[in-house]
Structures are given as structure tokens and as C-alpha cells.
């Protein structure tokens, strides 16, 4: 267990909609970190929040926000779905904000677009 | 940008060692990563050496790292079932990690 939670597991939606996902870090951490698992774009980094602020983008498409709040916990909303948007979405978090040194990876949301 | 490349699969029988590769291609990475991904599970951190580095040892895990070739390598000794995974070699970006495309081990019993 790396002390990072996602929620939900799963989720199973249809084209055009929005969902939000959810992920606290590790007690401590203050970077979230966002990335994209599918099977034809292997893993890939989203976008990275330090302290409430965004830090880094990296592929995220613009339908694609997140935030991170107050609390540290972080949401990433993806709406105008699409049926490659399905894909496992994964959070990390790490003490520092920059550097990246090490990532602790939540156990991921598998979304399915329908 | 970054590439990193690993071949898909491995296969091995258990007992024996199973070695992993991944080429990289941003020579300036400080650190450079193992991860394992088991079905349905997250990304668990495995190891991690510095650039200035040659090898790394963890218990039955070895780090090889030949910077002139940009080539990493995990070595798994006494390769058990429960190594059955996908492991993914990754170098530090400025501010992210960038993945390779994961090596499927295979252990055979």
C-alpha cells in the first residue's frame, strides 16, 4: 500500500459526459502528479500540481482540468468524453514539487467510456 | 524528447535470473527508475539510482546503469512467480517521470 488512495476503482460512462476523479496523497506529500494508462499510448504524464498550484503540463488535452485543493487532495475532471479517453488514470504523489524524485502511485481509476 | 524504450516481454524459469532492459534518452536524467505493475494493481516503486551510479544492489534486485550507452538494466535473482509483473523503466524529467512501454515477465514454474 503506497498511502495513496483514488477513488472511484471504476467507472463506466458514456460519450459527451464529465466525470471527476479523485486521489489523496501520501500524508506529507505536497505534489500530485496525474497520468494517462492506455494501451496505445503506454503511460503518460498529465499534469502535476505542487502546494495548490499548478506545476507542470504534460499531455492533457484541454478537455481534461484539475485541481488541487486546500487539503492536498486532487481532482481531475475530464468531460466531453470519448471513447479513447477509456483508459486507467493514475495519481502519484511526492514530498517536493520539483524534481520528481520519488513518485508513489495510487492504485488507479480504470475509466470505461461507452 | 524523452524516449524510453524496453522490449515487451521475457520469459523465465523460476530459480533462474531475470534481467530487464531499457534504453533512455535525456543524458541529463539524475535519476533513472524501476517500477512493477501487477494485474490490476498501481505502479510500485521498486528501486532507483542516481546518474552518477553504476549499479545499484537491493536483495535480489540489481541496478546496472551504463550512462555512456544510456542503457539501464534490472537484474532479478532466484526469479520467483510472484515476480510475474509488468515492469516499467523510467528517467526524471524536470518534473515528471517518463515511462518506457513495459517488459511482461513471464515466470514459468
Known amino acids: 500500500d503506497s498511502g495513496v488512495t483514488q477513488t472511484p476503482k471504476h467507472l463506466i460512462t458514456a460519450t459527451g459526459q464529465r466525470v471527476t476523479l479523485r486521489c489523496s496523497p501520501r500524508?506529507?506529500?505536497?505534489?500530485v502528479y496525474w497520468y494517462q494508462q492506455s494501451l496505445d499510448q503506454g503511460l503518460q504524464f498529465l499534469i502535476q500540481?505542487?502546494?495548490?498550484?499548478?506545476?507542470a503540463k504534460g499531455n492533457i488535452l484541454e478537455r481534461f482540468s484539475a485541481q488541487q485543493f486546500p487539503d492536498l487532495h486532487s481532482e481531475l475532471n475530464l468531460s466531453s468524453l470519448e471513447l479513447g479517453d477509456s483508459a486507467l488514470y493514475f495519481c502519484?504523489?511526492?514530498?517536493?514539487?520539483?524534481?520528481?524524485?520519488?513518485?508513489?502511485f495510487g492504485p488507479g481509476t480504470r475509466l470505461t467510456v461507452t | 524528447g524523452e524516449d524510453v524504450e524496453q522490449s515487451l516481454f521475457l520469459s523465465v524459469r523460476e530459480g533462474d535470473s531475470s534481467v530487464i532492459n531499457c534504453t533512455y534518452t535525456?543524458?541529463?536524467?539524475?535519476?533513472l527508475y524501476w517500477y512493477k505493475q501487477e494485474p490490476g494493481a498501481g505502479l510500485q516503486l521498486l528501486t532507483y539510482?542516481?546518474?552518477?551510479?553504476d549499479m545499484k544492489q537491493d536483495q535480489r534486485l540489481t541496478v546496472l546503469l551504463n550512462k555512456k550507452d544510456k542503457h539501464l538494466s534490472l537484474r532479478i535473482a532466484d526469479t520467483q512467480t510472484g515476480d510475474s509483473a509488468i515492469y516499467f523503466c523510467?528517467?526524471?524529467?524536470?518534473?515528471?517521470?517518463?515511462f518506457g512501454t513495459g517488459t511482461r515477465l513471464t515466470v514459468i514454474p
Open positions: 502519484a504523489s511526492s514530498v517536493e514539487g520539483g524534481g520528481a524524485f520519488e513518485q508513489y
Open positions: 500524508s506529507g506529500d505536497l505534489s
Open positions: 500540481y505542487y502546494n495548490g498550484e499548478e506545476r
Open positions: 535525456d543524458s541529463s536524467s539524475t535519476y
Open positions: 539510482i542516481f546518474s552518477n551510479m
Open positions: 523510467a528517467e526524471m524529467g524536470a518534473n515528471n517521470l517518463f
